[in-house]
């Protein structure tokens, strides 16, 4: 069965310094990977997504990804955040039509 | 735009009295879901329909229904809600299954029971 563990609950930034998320998934076959950002009161919304090919994903907002298969880890990163990053940020997997989400990690950002 | 549209916002019931949530969707897609996703956990699948079928999660309480009268709505039916339904339910589509298809949410109901 596939899991996702997102290690940091909570996490505080300064603005317009670097970022990163962490995320670690378990799966016994090959899986897509995905983050997505919930803003408050809002649904979610895909940042980016990885299938195949380059293990460097680029997304919406200045957001990327690295895909590492032998610490089967997808890490997103932002080398600058902005007030507006703050948000809700869930990593998932999929390995056939179901999306398996982690339990988030809140992305607070300090003027 | 595209999107897909989830009615009401918020809603409040009472104890084990019947509540139906609304999504819509202008994607013309294939599939649609619906999570239930509780204070600060994630989105937790509950079913979906690809087309007209109906595939149930198998920790899906009996409580939960969903209807999918046509390709653009998909109802969910709490028969009797209890205070631990109390959550937020997201709807979202996709074009297909298979895994590597964008989900496209709605911004969801959160449903409050008194």
């Known amino acids: 069965a596939q899991s996702v563990t997102q290690l940091d609950s909570q996490v505080p930034v300064f603005e317009e310094a670097p970022v990163e998320l962490r995320c670690n998934y378990s799966?016994?076959?090959?899986?897509?990977l995905f983050w997505y950002v919930q803003y408050p009161n809002q649904g979610l919304q895909l940042l980016l997504k990885?299938?195949?090919?380059?293990?460097l994903v680029k997304g919406i907002n200045g957001f990327e990804a690295e895909f590492n298969k032998s610490q089967t880890s997808f890490h997103l990163r932002k080398p600058s955040v902005h007030i507006s990053d703050t948000a809700e940020y869930f990593c998932?997997?999929?390995?056939?039509?179901?999306?398996?989400f982690g339990t988030g990690t809140r992305l607070t950002i300090i003027p | 735009d595209a999107m897909v549209i989830q009615n009401p916002r918020y809603q409040v019931t009472q104890f084990g009295k019947p509540v139906t949530l609304s999504c819509s969707q202008t994607?013309?897609?294939?599939?649609m879901y619906w999570y239930q996703q509780k204070s600060s956990q994630a989105p937790k699948l509950l079913f979906h329909?690809?087309?007209?079928?109906?595939?149930n999660e198998a920790d899906t309480p009996d409580n939960f229904q969903s209807r999918r009268p046509n390709t653009s709505f998909c109802f969910l039916d709490i028969r009797s809600p209890g205070l631990g339904d109390a959550a937020m339910y997201l709807c979202?589509?996709?074009?297909?299954?298979?895994?590597?298809?964008?989900?496209?949410f709605g911004p969801g109901t959160r449903l409050t029971v008194l």
């Open positions: 979202a589509t996709s074009y297909a299954t298979g895994g590597a298809d964008t989900q496209y």
């Open positions: 799966s016994s076959v090959s899986v897509y």
């Open positions: 990885y299938l195949s090919g380059s293990t």
């Open positions: 998932a997997v999929s390995e056939s039509e179901k999306l398996t």
């Open positions: 994607l013309n897609h294939n599939v």
């Open positions: 329909y690809y087309d007209k079928d109906f595939n």
